[in-house]
């Protein structure tokens, strides 16, 4: 009976048994061996180079990374668990540069959501977020249309939005539509943003949110879905 050639899976050289590497059913030569595949850092298993959950410089197999590993969800970076940084109320981690960061800028992350203040006297609320691009998603921009907004109140924040190419959105706290039109210096935020080249309606990637106080639509949490059906079915009828 002919003898089995021996041959690495995966570059096709002819090997022996003295020169052949097996490594999850495959046979391999020393060289692709040492290219496919890879130590966990933490265990010292070996996994496939494709199975690396880790980075280049700390490879880990699946169990590793999930027990004791994540990224840092700003910068990408491998960070231990037990030194991730979390904002309050904010189960994405962070590396310590990224919080140091996110919690002195003036542009926030996405996920972030100050404790509510409420302005106007009433039930009804509305918070609006407002997207605003092509003037760049600059510090500096944002800490200018804070200091017009704020000038009389904690009125609204800015944080960061995927969907816009060059630019971020602002967030107004909850206001009765009295305060938003009479005391909320609106235009003067619009007209500044304009000003140093942000557009909104003009572009497409922008949108504008409101946020309807679900208190103002009825006693319980029955009558609330009533009449939010109601005004989805109105919306979309017409």
């Keep these: 009976m002919k003898e089995q050639q021996l041959i690495c899976s995966h570059c096709g050289e002819i090997l022996t048994e003295e020169t052949m590497w097996e490594f999850g059913g495959e046979i391999m030569c020393e060289h692709c061996f ?9 265990c010292h298993e070996r996994i496939w180079q494709d199975d690396n959950c880790g980075d280049e410089d700390t490879p880990l197999c ?33 590396c310590n540069d990224c919080y140091e960061r996110i919690n002195s800028d003036m542009i926030k992350s996405y996920s972030y959501k100050p404790e509510p203040i409420f302005y106007g006297s009433g039930n009804l609320f509305y918070g609006v977020e407002l997207e605003i691009d092509k003037g760049g998603e600059y510090n500096d921009n944002a800490e200018i249309l804070l200091d017009v907004a704020n000038s009389n109140g904690e009125h609204i924040y800015c944080k960061h939005d995927g969907s816009i190419n060059n630019g971020f959105e602002m967030v107004s706290h909850p206001m009765t539509l009295d305060y938003h039109i009479n005391q ?15 557009r909104s309606h003009q572009t497409d990637t922008c949108g504008l949110h409101i946020h309807v106080s679900r208190s103002a639509f009825g006693k319980n949490a029955l009558e609330q879905e009533n009449v939010i059906a109601r005004i989805v079915y109105f919306t979309e009828l017409h």
């Excluded at 590993?69 to 037990?82: A, F, K, S």
């Design 34 to 42: 040492n290219e496919q595949t890879i130590e966990c850092d933490c």
């Design 62 to 94: 699946g169990a590793c990374y999930d027990y004791y590993y994540t990224h840092c969800e700003r910068c990408g970076r491998l960070i231990l668990r037990d030194n991730a940084c979390y904002e309050e109320d904010d189960d994405y981690p962070y």
């Design 184 to 198: 909320m210096n609106w235009l003067d935020v619009f007209n500044k943003a304009v000003s140093m080249g942000y």
